[in-house]
């Protein structure tokens, strides 16, 4: 049974930091897909960044001020989060799939993926 736990989520001021931690079980995480998605009040599900074999992808939205990483001896999942704004306040969930197929536009959660419970990040201006 695939199982993901977000944690290191909290409250910051603006252009703070925070690092997310995801670990993972239930599948071979070394060889898997990755993702980080993302949801704000009243504001569609983001898909923020990916990871797979140690290499990144993100969005508009993150890219520069944000990076993902994962550590396979942990089996964890990382997400570094720097000069963050307010507009960054969300819902983070650490995501799974086995193919690679993360949707842009979805729903967190969705059916597709494997979803871990999410972690709140505030950040106050």
């Known amino acids: 049974e695939v199982q993901l736990v977000e944690s290191g989520g909290g409250s910051v001021q603006a252009g703070g930091s925070l690092t997310l931690s995801c670990t993972a079980s239930g599948f071979s995480f070394s060889d898997s897909h990755m993702a980080w998605y993302r949801q704000a009040p009243g504001k569609e599900c983001e898909l923020v960044s990916t990871i797979n074999r140690g290499s990144g992808t993100y969005s508009d939205s993150v890219r520069g001020r944000f990076t993902i990483s994962q550590d396979d001896a942990k089996n964890t999942l990382y997400l570094q989060m720097n000069s963050l704004k307010p507009q960054d306040t969300a819902v983070y969930y650490c995501?799974?799939?086995?193919?690679?197929?993360?949707?842009?536009?979805?729903?967190?959660?969705?059916?597709?993926?494997?979803w871990g419970q999410g972690t709140q990040v505030t950040v106050s201006s």
């Open positions: 995501v799974y799939d086995v193919t690679g197929y993360f949707p842009g536009r979805t729903s967190c959660p969705n059916e597709i993926n494997s």
